[in-house]
C-alpha cells in the first residue's frame, strides 16, 4: 500500500534485534543515482549525533513505523549532502512546476510506493499531491489516528501530479547541477505558457530558469513576457548571455526590450552582439516606438518584381528563413522601390511561369516609418492586412509590420 | 551683456539646456518612476481608515477633544515601520506573506493563521456593510436597498476589472478621503490648540483615555493589511530595483493615512467635543451630529467619507482575504480562473461577501458583537502575523542585503512589543470589560 511522506515523517525506526534506533526527520532522493528512489532517512535520536539509513538497509515501512534490516552499528552518522533533494525541507509547501497541467501548483504532500528488492523494501516517489487530501492529511497527522485521516481522505476530490511531470524549481545554478535539475520539460513547453508560468514566479526562481534554458527557448519566452519583467530579468544576466539570447530574438522584439533598459547597459550589451544584428537593432531603436518605424521588423523577404513564381521559390528554398512570420513577401523593382507585396498562398497556387508584377496585391499599400501607430492600425483594419511594408524616404521597403505587433499594441494599449 | 551672451542664453533655453529646466525634467523623470510604483501603499493604508476605524477617530474626538492628537506621530511610525518591512519582503523575495509563511513555517502554522484571518476578515466586512447602510440612513437610502446594491457594486467591480483599472479606481477613491479634510474645515475647529496638541505628548493614566489610546493603535494596524500590501507590490512586478519608490509609496500611504485621521478627530473635537456630544458611538451618529453644528455640508461630507470608506474597504478585504487564503494553502487562486479551475476561491469569496452582507440585513442582527468579534479577533491574530513578519525579514537567505539593520530591528521590535502588548490590552477588556470600550 502507498505510503504518504506525512505519515513517514516522524515514524519511529527500530533495528534488525528490534531496538529502537530513533524517528525519521528527514528523508532525500539522490537524482544522480536514481530520479525517483528514497535513497536516505535522517534519523534523529535526541541528544546523539542524527544517523542515515541507506535504502538498502529497510525491511519494511509502514505509516509510524519503520524496521531496518541491519543493527544500529550498520548505520552512518549524517552529514549533509547538497546533491541530495530533501523531501521535507525541497519539496514539502514548495512551489513546483507541473509540466503536464503547464502551472504552477504548491506541494502539500508526496505519495510514496514500497517496492520489494531482493529482501528490502525501497519507496519511490510516484506524484505530489496538490490538493485537498494532502492538505487535510497536513493538518490532522499525529492529531487523529491515521485510519481516520484516509478514510476522510478518500472522500475528497483528489488532486495530484506525476513524479515525471514534476519540473523543481531551483534558483541557485549550483545546487541545481547537482540535484541535476535539467528544464529539458519546460523547453518543450509553447513559450507563452512558460512565460506565464514564470509570472507565477519569484525573481530568483525566474532568473533561475531563464539562465537555464537555451538561448532559442529563452529569446521566444522573453518576448511573450510582460516588459517589467523582461528587463529586470535581462539587467539580472550575465551581458555575454543575455547578449547571445538578444541575438536569437527577432531584431524588433530585441529593440523593445533594449529601449527599457538603462542606455549603459544596453550599450554593453549591443556591444556584446555580433555587428550585423547589433546594427539592425541600434537602426530600430532610432525609431520613436509610438511610430510605424518603432513597431517594425527589419528581417522580412523581398525580391524582384521581374521574377517568376518558380524564380522565387527556388530562391527561398535556400535560403534559412524564418517560417513562423512567413506570409507575405515584399516586391522590389529595378530602383529597389517598393513595388509591392503578394501573399504566400497566391504564390503556392500560381503557375511556374507567372510573374510576381501579375500576383501582386492591389491596392499598393506602405506607410512611411514616421507615421503614427494610429495610421497604422487604420490602415491594418481597413484592409484587413496581416503585414504592411515600411518604407524610407525613397519610397524604398526597410521593413514591415505584422499582424501579431498590432495585436500586442492594442492589447496593451 | 552683448549680444553674443544674449543669443546664447537664448540658445540654451531653447535647447532645454538651463539648469531649471534639467532640474524640472530631473524632477519628472523621478516622478514618472514614482508613479509606476505607488498604488499599494497609498491603497493599504487609506483602506485602513475603513468604517471601524472612523468610528473610533470620532468617538476620539468627541470624548476627549485634541487631546489624543499626538498619538498620530508615533502611530504613523509604527504603520510605516511594519508597513515597510512587508513592502520590502515583496520587492525583494516576489512572493506573498502567505507564500512565504507557508514555505518557511509549513503547513499548520499557516493554516491557522489563514482560517484565523478568514473569520477575523469576515468580522470585518460585516463592519464595511454596517457603514454602507449607517451611511446611506443619512442620506435617507434604506439599508434594504443600500447594502445589497453595495454588494452586488463590490462584486461587478472586482469580477469585471483589471488589476490595474481596480487600482485606478482605488487611488481615486482614496483622493474622496479629502471629504474629511473640508468637513474639517467647515467645522471651524482651532487650529492653534490642535497643532500644539499634535506635537506635545498629552498621556493621562486614565482607564477610559488610554483604552481608547488603545483603540485607536488596534484599528489603524490590522493584520490583513500587511499580506494585502504585500500582494500588491508582487503583483505590480516590483523588483528591488524599484524599492526606494516602493518605500516612498510606503511613506506617503502612512503619512496621508494619518492626516485624514488627524482631520476626523479635528472635525469632531471642534464640534461634538465643544459642545458637549460626547457620547457619540458610531460615525454615522457623528455625521447627524454635525449638520445643526457645522452645517448640512459638514454633516453630509463627513457621512460621504464614510460611505467612501466603507464600500472601499468592502471592495478590497473579500478578495484580499480569498487570495491570501487560498495562496497560502496551494489553492488556484485569482479572478483569471474559471469557477470550476478555482473552486474553493470562488467560494471563499462568495460566502465573504454573501454572509458579510447578509448579516448586516437581518432584523436583529448582533452588530454590535460582530463588530466586537473583529476587534478582539485583530488584536489576536495581529502579534503572530507581526512576529512571523520580523523572523522572515531577518531571514538572510530570503532578503540577501536587505535583511533588517540592527537599529531598524530594534525600532520595529519595540513598535511590534508596544502594538501586541496594546491590542492585548484592547481584547481583554473587550472581552471582558462590561461598560462601553471604544467601540468600532
Known amino acids: 500500500m502507498d505510503i504518504y511522506a ?9 533495528d534488525v534485534q528490534g531496538n529502537y534506533v530513533g524517528r525519521i526527520r528527514e528523508f532525500f532522493v539522490e537524482p544522480a543515482e536514481a530520479p525517483n528512489r528514497v535513497s536516505h532517512f535522517l534519523l534523529s535520536r535526541g541528544h546523539f549525533q542524527p544517523l542515515v539509513a541507506k535504502h538498502n538497509q529497510i525491511a519494511s515501512v509502514e505509516a509510524g513505523r519503520m524496521q531496518l534490516s541491519v543493527s544500529e552499528r550498520a548505520l552512518e552518522l549524517y552529514q549533509p549532502n547538497e546533491s541530495w533533494l530533501a523531501v521535507q525541507k525541497d519539496l514539502m509547501d514548495q512551489q513546483i512546476i507541473d509540466t503536464r497541467g503547464r502551472k504552477v501548483v504548491r506541494v502539500n504532500d508526496v505519495d510514496l510506493a514500497p517496492l520489494r528488492t531482493n529482501g528490502n523494501v525501497e519507496l519511490r516517489l510516484t506524484q505530489v499531491d496538490v490538493g485537498l487530501p494532502g492538505a ?3 493538518l490532522l497527522q499525529g492529531v487523529v489516528p491515521s485510519v481516520v485521516v484516509r478514510k476522510l481522505q478518500s472522500k475528497l476530490p483528489q488532486s495530484a501530479i506525476r513524479w515525471e511531470f514534476v519540473n523543481l524549481i531551483e534558483p541557485d545554478p549550483m545546487r541545481r547541477v547537482k540535484l541535476r535539475i535539467t528544464h529539458e520539460k519546460l523547453e518543450d513547453l509553447h513559450p507563452a505558457d512558460l512565460a506565464e508560468i514564470m509570472e507565477h514566479l519569484s525573481a530568483a526562481e525566474r532568473q533561475g530558469i531563464i539562465a537555464s534554458l537555451d538561448e532559442e527557448t529563452a529569446a521566444a519566452v522573453l518576448a511573450e513576457l510582460d516588459e517589467r519583467l523582461t528587463t529586470q530579468i535581462v539587467e539580472k544576466l550575465d551581458p555575454e548571455k543575455a547578449a547571445d539570447i538578444l541575438e536569437e530574438m527577432a531584431p524588433d522584439a530585441a529593440a523593445d526590450l533594449l529601449a527599457d533598459l538603462p542606455k549603459e547597459t544596453s550599450e554593453e550589451l549591443l556591444d556584446e552582439m555580433p555587428g550585423q544584428e547589433a546594427d ?4 530600430l531603436l532610432e525609431f520613436d516606438p509610438s511610430r510605424a518605424g518603432g513597431m517594425m521588423n527589419t528581417e522580412f523577404v523581398y525580391v524582384g518584381e521581374a521574377s517568376t513564381r518558380d524564380e522565387v521559390l527556388a530562391w527561398m528554398r535556400g535560403q534559412d528563413l524564418n517560417l513562423d512570420q512567413l506570409d507575405t513577401i515584399v516586391l522590389v523593382d529595378a530602383a529597389a522601390q517598393f513595388s509591392g507585396t503578394v501573399p504566400v498562398a497566391r504564390l503556392l497556387l500560381s503557375a511556374g511561369d507567372a510573374r510576381m508584377t501579375e500576383l501582386k496585391m492591389e491596392p499598393l499599400l506602405s506607410l512611411p516609418a514616421n507615421a503614427d501607430e494610429k495610421e497604422v492600425f ?8 496581416r503585414m504592411l511594408t515600411i518604407v524610407n524616404e525613397h519610397h524604398q521597403p526597410i521593413g514591415t509590420v505584422t499582424v501579431d505587433d498590432v495585436v500586442s499594441r492594442l492589447v496593451k494599449g | 551683456m552683448d549680444w553674443k551672451a544674449i543669443t546664447s542664453r537664448f540658445e540654451r533655453v ?3 539646456d538651463t539648469d531649471l529646466q534639467k532640474k524640472i525634467r530631473g524632477l519628472r523623470k523621478r ?3 514614482l508613479l509606476a510604483v505607488v498604488g499599494p501603499g497609498l491603497i493599504t493604508s487609506n483602506v485602513d481608515n475603513d468604517a471601524g476605524g472612523i468610528s473610533v477617530y470620532t468617538q476620539a474626538g468627541a470624548q476627549y477633544g485634541y487631546a489624543l492628537l499626538w498619538s498620530l506621530i508615533p502611530m504613523t511610525i509604527a504603520l510605516y515601520v511594519t508597513e515597510e518591512m512587508c513592502a520590502r519582503m515583496g520587492v525583494v523575495t516576489g512572493k506573498g506573506l502567505s507564500d512565504l509563511i507557508r514555505e518557511e513555517f509549513g503547513f499548520r502554522p499557516t493554516f491557522f493563521v489563514m482560517i484565523t484571518g478568514f473569520f477575523v476578515d469576515l468580522a470585518n466586512v460585516v463592519a464595511e456593510f454596517a457603514g454602507v447602510a449607517a451611511s446611506m440612513q443619512i442620506f435617507g437610502v434604506s439599508k434594504y436597498i443600500a447594502v445589497p446594491l453595495a454588494a452586488i457594486l463590490v462584486w461587478i467591480l472586482v469580477i469585471r476589472g483589471t488589476y490595474r483599472q481596480v487600482e485606478v479606481i482605488f ?25 500644539k496638541q499634535t506635537v506635545i505628548p498629552n498621556l493621562r493614566f486614565e482607564s477610559g483615555y488610554l483604552l481608547m489610546l488603545t483603540g485607536l493603535v488596534g484599528t489603524t494596524i490590522a493584520p490583513w493589511q500587511f499580506f494585502y500590501l504585500q500582494a500588491g507590490f508582487v503583483e505590480k512586478k516590483v523588483g528591488p530595483r524599484q524599492y526606494p519608490q516602493a518605500r516612498a509609496d510606503v511613506l506617503i500611504g502612512s503619512i496621508s493615512c494619518m492626516l485624514i485621521v488627524f482631520f476626523i478627530i479635528v472635525c469632531t473635537a471642534a464640534t461634538l467635543y465643544v459642545s458637549g456630544h460626547r457620547d457619540i458611538t458610531d460615525a454615522a451618529q457623528a455625521a447627524q451630529a454635525l449638520i445643526p453644528l457645522a452645517g448640512k455640508g459638514a454633516g453630509i461630507l463627513f457621512a460621504f467619507g464614510l460611505l467612501n470608506a466603507s464600500l472601499f474597504a468592502a471592495s478590497i478585504l473579500p478578495l484580499s482575504t480569498a487570495h491570501v487564503i487560498c495562496e497560502g494553502l496551494g489553492f488556484e487562486a485569482g479572478l483569471d480562473h474559471k469557477f470550476k479551475e478555482a473552486p474553493i476561491f470562488y467560494w471563499l ?4 461577501i454573501v454572509v458579510g452582507a447578509g448579516v448586516v440585513l437581518l432584523p436583529n442582527a448582533p452588530l454590535w458583537k460582530i463588530l466586537i468579534f473583529s476587534q478582539v479577533g485583530n488584536g489576536i491574530w495581529l502579534p503572530f502575523v507581526v512576529i512571523f513578519i520580523l523572523l522572515l525579514v531577518n531571514r538572510r537567505d530570503l532578503m540577501g542585503e536587505y535583511v533588517n539593520t540592527v537599529t531598524f530591528n530594534i525600532v520595529a521590535w519595540v513598535t511590534a512589543i508596544a502594538m501586541i502588548a496594546l491590542t492585548l490590552v484592547l481584547t481583554y477588556t473587550a472581552l471582558f470589560q462590561t461598560g462601553t470600550p471604544p467601540s468600532p
Open chain 2, 171 to 195: 487611488l481615486f477613491a482614496c483622493v474622496l478621503y479629502l471629504s474629511y479634510v473640508f468637513s474639517a474645515f467647515l467645522a471651524k475647529p482651532d487650529w492653534l490648540i490642535a497643532a
Open chain 2, 349 to 352: 469569496y462568495t460566502i465573504l
Open chain 1, 136 to 138: 487535510v492529511r497536513r
Open chain 1, 280 to 283: 539592425e537593432v541600434r537602426e
Open chain 2, 14 to 16: 531653447r535647447t532645454g
Open chain 1, 378 to 385: 487604420e490602415i491594418f483594419d481597413k484592409y484587413n492586412l
Open chain 1, 6 to 14: 506525512t505519515e513517514l515523517m516522524g515514524s519511529k525506526t527500530y
Open chain 2, 31 to 33: 516622478l514618472t518612476l
